[in-house]
Each structure stands twice: as C-alpha cells, then as structure tokens.
C-alpha cells in the first residue's frame, strides 16, 4: 500500500468514526431515546374528483365552481407529501393528523401516489356528518405505531348550525413502549362570526374534557395527545377554562407547548394579524422524568417551511401560500400551516437495532 493511499484510508476512518462518534453523541444528548415527530396538518380541502350523493362536494368536481381537476388533484398530493416528508427531516412523522379531507379513498389516492407510497403509512377515518364531507383523518406508520382502538365521537350542533366534524379517538402503542390516547379534532368554523359561533366551540371543548376526564379515570396516568384546527387561538378561555390546559409550571392536567411560542406566531392568517388556531397539547404524563414516552422539546413547531408562504402584497409579510383564493384556484399548499411535537421514545435495549 502508498503511503498516499494509507492516508486516504486513515483520513477516511477517523472521519467516519468522529461521524459515528458526534451521532452517538448526539442521541445521548436526547435521553437516548428514539425520536418520534407527531404532526397535525389541516390541507385546506382535500376532495377527490368524484361525485359523492350524500355530501355537499359539487364546488369540488371537474365541472363545478372550482374546476377540481384531476391534475389538481394530483399536484395537491405532492404538496402534501413534500410536507409529511420535510416535518420529519430524516424520520417520517410516527402520526399525522390532518383537517379537510373528505373520504378515506382520497388519503388512498395520495398514499399510492406520492413519495409516501413505500413508508408504511395507513389510515384511520369516519365520514361524519360535515355538510361539505370534510372530516379529519389520522395516518401513522404502521412499523412504529400499532393501532387498537379508534372511533368518531359526534358533537350535537345547537339550533340553527350546521353538524360538524366528529372528534377522531385513536388508541394505540408506540414502539413497543407505551400505550399513546389521540384526539384529533377540527372544532366548528367561524364562518358565521366568531362571537355567534363560539357556543358550538365551547360544546366541543366541553366534549374533549368529558372525553379525556374518562380516560383519566379508567385509566393509570394514561398518555393523551390532543391535536388539531379549533378555529381558537392557543390562549382562548376555551382552553384554560374548559380543556384544562395550562403552561409549563401550571398545575392543569394538560401541557400546551404553544404557551412557549414567541409574539406573533400563527398557523393562519387574518389580514395583517398571525393566529395559533392549529396546536397540540398533551398530558402532563409526557413531561415526567420516569415516562417511556416524553416530550423532547417544551414548545411547538410552527413548520413555516419557505415553500409554505408568499409575500402579503395586501397587508405586508408573508402569507399561507394556499390552493385557493375565494373561488379562484391558486396553485398553493393550503391557508394553514402544519405543526408538529417532538417526542423522545424509551425502546427496550436491541429493539431499536
């Protein structure tokens, strides 16, 4: 052997081994744990192109308002995907919740059709009674989380509103290490004014705290994950006084990592104004020191990804690049934008191998 090439070889393996070194340094930095993102996302309408007789989708056919086209169709999926795959940088997200979807064949379309075809995601939703069909949905990846249990549960509307979106229960087991509780939600719209629509918000609240209550009562300091749009800012009474959420050094019985956000953080847009209507809040189980499952970082993630926003010709900034603008197509992602937790998985030793 040269010594040229001796060198080369040395040079090769001590920059390999300070690689391996500063990554394993690196996952000892994070309690050692396996990482684990959770994300929410509401797509802004997610329709397929096919009439369906028992919902209000004509504004999203080929022929209708909107001229939702199949090519459309297909270039909102790899919107989507490029999210779910940058949310997690090198590790898809474990869960993602997602708002506006109308059917489960829709989520099979884009599943089959997009750079998330090959990960192992699957589906779980119910069509609820939304006028429009739009639902929430939940996927996980099916390597990773091992779903037992999911239902819709349905929120009464009161007199003179539209039914709404159920709320999305889904229990299963992360990596083998702990039993996980979500509750995907996308509380009831503003559409007819904030202040004239709140009671049907507040019914919901008051159903998600009835829901949790019980689980908290069956149940041994159980993990619960709630995520979704609730058409609410993060600091709403709503939650404080109704969900029972609280900041870090709050004696609440949940967490909501949005509380650690900086001034003028939003996941939409109203005029000039940013707002915190997407969130997720956990139990404050995912805090303590002897958990299997906790929460690696104490704040939210807003994913304001460059390709997520335009410039705000009108009020100044940047904006949700979205796929519609009234009734005008727009070529974008959606009007809100995603976010997501980061968790830190205890695995039992030579699972994670």
């Not at 009007?335 to 205890?346: F, G, K, Q, R, Y």
Request: one cysteine or more.
């Amino acid at each position: 052997m040269s010594l040229l090439t001796f060198c080369r070889h040395t040079c090769f393996l001590l920059l390999f081994s300070g690689l391996s070194l500063n990554l394993s340094f690196a996952q000892k930095e994070d309690n050692q744990g396996l990482p684990a993102t959770l994300m929410f996302y509401n797509v802004e309408n997610l329709f397929d192109v096919e009439n369906d007789s028992l919902v209000n989708d004509e504004e999203f056919l080929p022929e209708g308002l909107r001229r939702w086209t199949h090519n459309r169709m297909k270039e909102k999926f790899r919107r989507i995907s490029r999210v779910i795959l940058n949310a997690g940088m090198w590790n898809p997200p474990v869960v993602v919740g997602l708002g506006e979807v109308e059917n489960s064949r829709v989520l099979k379309y884009m599943l089959y059709d997009t750079g998330l075809a090959n990960l192992g995601y699957e589906i779980v939703h119910y069509d609820s009674p939304d006028e429009r069909g739009i639902d929430v949905a939940f996927l996980f990846l099916s390597s990773r989380f091992v779903v037992s249990e999911s239902y819709p549960v349905s929120l009464e509307a009161p007199a003179g509103l539209r039914p709404t979106r159920d709320i999305l229960y889904v229990k299963g087991v992360i990596d083998k290490a702990d039993t996980l509780h979500f509750f995907v939600n996308h509380w009831p719209s503003r559409y007819s004014g904030a202040a004239a629509t709140q009671k049907y918000r507040l019914q919901a609240a008051r159903k998600l705290r009835y829901l949790t209550d019980s689980l908290q009562r069956a149940n041994t300091a159980p993990h619960i994950v709630i995520m979704g749009d609730f058409n609410e800012d993060h600091s709403s009474r709503l939650f404080t006084d109704y969900v029972g959420v609280g900041g870090r050094d709050d004696k609440t019985p949940f967490y909501a990592p949005s509380l650690e956000l900086p001034p003028a953080s939003g996941t939409l847009k109203y005029r000039q104004s940013w707002q915190v209507f997407d969130q997720i809040i956990v139990s404050r189980t995912f805090l303590e020191a002897d958990s299997k499952v906790q929460l690696a970082k104490k704040s939210l993630n807003i994913l304001d990804f460059p390709f997520l926003l335009e410039r705000d010709e009108v009020y100044g900034g940047q904006k949700p690049f979205r796929t519609y603008l009234g009734m005008k197509y727009h070529g974008g992602y959606s009007d809100h934008l995603p976010v997501s937790i980061e968790l830190n998985i205890a695995v039992p030793p030579g699972q994670d191998e």
